[in-house]
């Protein structure tokens, strides 16, 4: 990171959040932001002076109990990423729609306005006000009766580290489909890992078409196939148990990489490779693996397709 940033009061604020979340052993939450804000400097560090005898933000949130996801009321600061990244679109926009450049002021803002428990919480406990907060450091840029901000969508369920939709929440004809499939799996075609590699991507390409077939939303789009891939997983593991033992695609990836490099230093010592060899048959091998892959994939659709026969329509 160069100097210029680590000069810039709004990047010190995110680091700080960001490394107060690692000391704790935690995704970065709104929570941990607030922190950042606090141990900073300008008027929103001001703001967030604890009440004579209250504990200083840092060590409120530092206390909050569990590892939740920190997007609700009363939840903790643990794995909710893509909440503070809300928040920091917020604050960017914020900032944008007003001609300024980023500031703590302008992160406090969203964070207060996203409202989620822990941040508000901590605020109160520290002896302030959240109103009175977000005026002063709404005054800060120029703007003290500025109307609450509208935050940018959360990223879809189902998607970086959201949880997806509960099944009660899934669109119905979508789920009702899909159960139909977990029932009529081919599971008795399963003989090795790569049968079962196979039937996880065909499940999934039927969850993306069933999402364009349906014109789902967005939460309703990934969610049914995180679902999804978990009940077919399940239910190969119960009826094929040892099918999972297989190295993932990347770790098999990666120990070809490996062997084409030793490959190539020991054809080096000949001298009969150039220095280019080495990339390029690395390259051969992804090329290759994943036509390999298709093409596996392709034959076991085919080798399957009697066993979804009567489907009902989505």
């Known amino acids: 990171m160069s100097s210029a940033a680590n000069s810039d009061p709004y990047m010190e604020a995110i680091q700080h959040g960001f490394g107060f979340a690692r000391a704790l052993g935690l995704r970065c939450a709104p929570a941990h932001l607030l922190v950042g804000v606090a141990d900073g400097r300008g008027a929103a560090a001001t703001a967030l002076r604890p009440g004579a005898g209250r504990q200083p933000i840092r060590a409120l949130v530092a206390a909050l109990p569990g590892t939740g996801a920190g997007d609700g009321a009363g939840a903790r600061p643990g794995s909710g990423g893509y909440v503070q990244m809300q928040a920091q679109s917020g604050a960017l926009g914020l900032a944008k729609s007003r001609n300024q450049?980023?500031?703590?002021?302008?992160?406090l803002i969203a964070l207060i306005d996203q409202a989620t428990g822990p941040v508000l919480d901590v605020i109160r406990r520290a002896g302030l006000d959240p109103a009175e907060v977000r005026q002063a450091a709404a005054a800060a840029i120029g703007a003290p009766g500025l109307p609450p901000i509208e935050l940018p969508p959360l990223t879809p369920a189902g998607t970086l580290d959201r949880p997806p939709l509960p099944v009660a929440?899934?669109?119905?004809?979508?789920w009702t489909w899909l159960r139909w499939r977990q029932d009529h799996l081919p599971i008795d075609r399963l003989r090795r890992p790569a049968d079962r590699e196979a039937l996880l991507h065909l499940e999934r390409a039927a969850t993306w078409q069933l999402a364009d077939r349906l014109s789902l939303g967005d939460d309703q789009r990934s969610s049914p196939r995180r679902q999804h891939d978990q009940a077919v997983a399940e239910r190969v593991n119960q009826q094929r148990p040892g099918?999972?033992?297989?190295?993932s695609?990347?770790?098999?990836?990666g120990a070809r990489a490996v062997a084409l490099t030793r490959r190539y230093r020991r054809w080096r010592r000949y001298r009969i490779f150039s220095f280019s060899l080495r990339n390029v048959t690395v390259g051969w091998a992804a090329w290759f693996g994943n036509r390999r892959v298709g093409l596996r994939d392709r034959w076991f659709r085919l080798r399957t397709m009697s066993a979804y026969r009567g489907a009902p329509q989505p």
């Open 101 to 107: 450049h980023v500031s703590p002021e302008h992160l």
């Open 169 to 174: 929440e899934l669109n119905d004809r979508a």
């Open 243 to 247: 099918l999972d033992q297989r190295p």
């Open 249 to 253: 695609r990347e770790e098999r990836a």
